[in-house]
Each structure stands twice: as structure tokens, then as C-alpha cells.
């Protein structure tokens, strides 16, 4: 199934990115006609005939490194740029979200029903544009031609490959932290109990088989409360999704219900200030260019990103520190030192300063 999971990442990172970016534009106050006009030429080169025909061809998935490109390439394809800080920021943001979802996932299903969430997400974006719409339906009619014939085992099979592409990253995300999601370490809280994956029973009963074929019965008490699934999920194009994993986490609508939600109802959630302190960290988006310099406009993300003005200061304004020099010289006459110390044992211990 890892031949199958590329539609997968492409449409909900894809999802992901203008998840953020949609909510920054509107912060920011962005004219209308130029914010659809990013998310329009986004989503046209994300879902364009070419791009979606390679997507869906049966391949093992790219390196990360090519992944990361992908986006990047999307990112710069509209008239907003952003600098390659603000992209690798962006980037971890977009792969911790959808690490969350395929996590805290009950089945391989849920994962498709995500990615449609996703998608749907993204319809909603360019209602104004029917080219666009239409688009999208036709991305959704394919995903669901691409893995409707996939048994639940596959689907499974699907969703440990996903999490085995994430198992290293693990940034931390203020959302994820404040929620109680996440660990100081970047790592993540399973939830227990909860909504039942379709089909599935509720943990309480141990059944033995014997050698004929029949089994006994022996029952235990419940550590946590589960719920029945409320259906399947539908993969078609206008279907209910039913989860809402792969929703927008960073709308005020669906801020409480995608986060707090999915992850327990024993967490504690104060209103959705903690998704605004995620999203405060995004500092100081779209600067327009001078008009001479045409129709572009920066992205700047984040508060710590570097400042690209002063790269264009002439050399004797600007000041460059090198704080490692001196104390590099003062461990290397420390190092000489030591070169030849005979230890304890008699070994010689060889140091040398790179």
C-alpha cells in the first residue's frame, strides 16, 4: 500500500497549507481579490490535469526532500512569496497536523475520510470559481476510483506506512502543547476510548476458540467509555465524512470541535485562544511590493524570521559578530595542552580541535 499513499499526503498537507495561509490573508486584512487570487493559483497548480495524473499513478513515495519540494514549488506559484524560513516552518506545521490526524486515526478509512475532509475544505475556498470547483470534484471522483476497491486490511496497511514516514518528526506545536496533545518532547498523546472505528466493538469481552470451532465468552470491566461509530463514511464526491479529522483546526467554527474533540473530553479547553496562539506566531504576512517591482508580495510567517532588507545595506553599515573565534583560539591552546596526556592506563589520548 505504500504505492497507494501519495494521493494521501499530497491532499491533505495540500489542505494544510491553505489552511494557514487562508487564515493569515483574512488576519491580515489582505484585499479579497488578491487573497482568492492566491488560494486560486494554488489550488489550479495543485490539482491541474498533469500534476494529478502523476499523483495518482501507483508509485512509491517520494523522498521527503522531493515531498518538501513539491510544496515549496506551490507555495511560490502564486504572486505571494515566502522566504525559505518561513517555508520549512510552514512545512513542519502542515506534516505535525497531518501526523496528529493519521495518528489518533481509529482505521485505514478514517485516513481516506480525512484527506476527502481536506479536499472538501479546499472546494470551499474556491466556491467562487466554478473552473476550480469542478476541479476538485474531479479529484475527489478519482481518489474515490483510486481506493474503493482497497480492503480494510489494506487501508490498515496504509496507515502504518503513513506513520512510519512520521515517525521522526517531531516538532513542537503550540496547538498540540496547550491542548495537551502533544509531550514537551514533540511527541503525542493517544487518546483512549472514544468514538469506535464502523464495525468495530467495544473492548469488554475475550472470546476462546477451542479446537471444533466453538469459543467461550469471559467478560471484563472497562477502563474508558467508547461509542459507537455513527456510519462508514462516504467517499463520494458530496458525502458525509463523519470524522472530523482533516478539518480546519484554524477556523473559529471548527477550532473546538476538530481538536478538543478527537483528542478527549477530559482535556480542558479555554475557547480556541490556544489555536490563535499558534497562528500569532505567524508574524507579519504579505508586505506588497513597490509597484515597480510588480505584483508581488512577501510572506513573512513568522516572528523570528531572518530580515532579507539587510542583505541589501551597503557592507559598512552592517556589523557581522562572530562570537566562536576567540573562544576557538582560547580551546585551542587549551587542546595543545592536552594533545599528549597519558592517562591513568597508560593509553595515550590523541585530541585534536576540528
Do not use: W
Not at 490526524?101 to 485516513?111: F, P, T, Y
Not at 472530523?244 to 476538530?258: F, I, P, R, V
Not at 479555554?270 to 505584483?295: A, C, H, I, T
Amino acid at each position: 500500500m505504500s504505492t497507494r499513499s501519495l494521493p494521501v499526503l499530497f491532499f491533505s498537507l495540500g489542505g494544510e497549507m491553505l489552511y494557514i495561509l487562508d487564515q493569515r490573508l483574512k488576519a491580515q486584512k489582505i484585499p479579497p481579490d488578491r487573497a482568492l487570487k492566491v488560494i486560486l493559483d494554488i489550488v489550479g497548480r495543485m490539482l491541474e490535469d498533469k500534476c494529478i495524473k502523476e499523483i495518482f499513478r501507483a508509485q512509491q513515495v517520494f523522498s521527503k526532500r522531493a515531498l518538501k519540494n513539491i510544496f515549496e514549488q506551490l507555495a511560490q506559484s502564486s504572486i505571494m512569496k515566502l522566504n525559505k524560513t518561513a517555508m520549512d516552518k510552514l512545512y513542519d506545521l502542515m506534516i505535525m497536523a497531518v501526523k496528529y490526524q493519521v495518528l489518533i486515526s481509529k482505521s485505514g478509512r478514517e485516513v481516506l475520510l480525512s484527506t476527502l475532509n481536506h479536499l472538501d475544505a479546499i472546494r470551499g475556498f474556491v466556491a467562487l470559481s466554478p473552473p476550480h470547483v469542478a476541479m476538485v470534484d474531479k479529484a475527489c471522483r478519482t481518489f474515490k476510483d483510486f481506493f474503493e476497491s482497497q480492503s480494510s486490511a489494506q487501508l490498515m496497511h496504509l496507515r502504518h506506512y503513513l506513520l512510519l514516514l512520521f515517525q521522526d518528526t517531531n516538532k513542537k506545536v503550540s496547538i498540540f502543547l496547550k491542548n495537551n496533545s502533544q509531550l514537551p518532547s514533540g511527541r503525542f498523546v493517544i487518546p483512549v476510548g472514544g468514538p469506535l472505528p464502523y464495525a468495530g466493538e467495544a473492548p469488554g469481552v475475550i472470546r476462546y476458540l477451542n479446537r471444533v470451532g466453538s469459543y467461550t465468552e469471559e467478560s471484563f470491566i472497562r477502563a474508558h467509555c467508547y461509542e459507537l461509530a455513527e456510519g462508514a463514511g462516504s467517499l463520494d464526491v458530496h458525502g458525509d465524512r463523519v470524522t472530523k479529522l482533516g478539518c480546519n483546526m484554524y477556523g473559529a467554527d471548527t477550532a473546538e470541535s476538530s481538536v478538543t474533540e478527537t483528542v478527549s473530553k477530559q482535556v480542558p479547553v479555554e475557547g480556541y485562544s490556544f489555536v490563535k496562539d499558534e497562528l500569532d506566531l505567524l508574524q507579519r504576512l504579505l508586505m506588497p511590493r513597490p509597484l515597480s517591482e510588480g505584483n508581488t508580495f512577501k510572506l513573512k510567517l513568522f516572528l523570528d524570521d531572518p530580515d532579507e532588507d539587510l542583505e541589501r545595506l551597503p557592507s559598512q553599515d552592517v556589523l557581522h559578530l562572530n562570537p566562536t573565534v576567540k573562544g576557538k583560539a582560547q580551546l585551542q591552546m587549551i587542546m595543545n595542552d592536552l594533545i599528549s596526556l597519558e592517562t591513568e592506563n597508560g593509553i595515550v589520548c590523541n585530541l585534536y580541535l576540528q
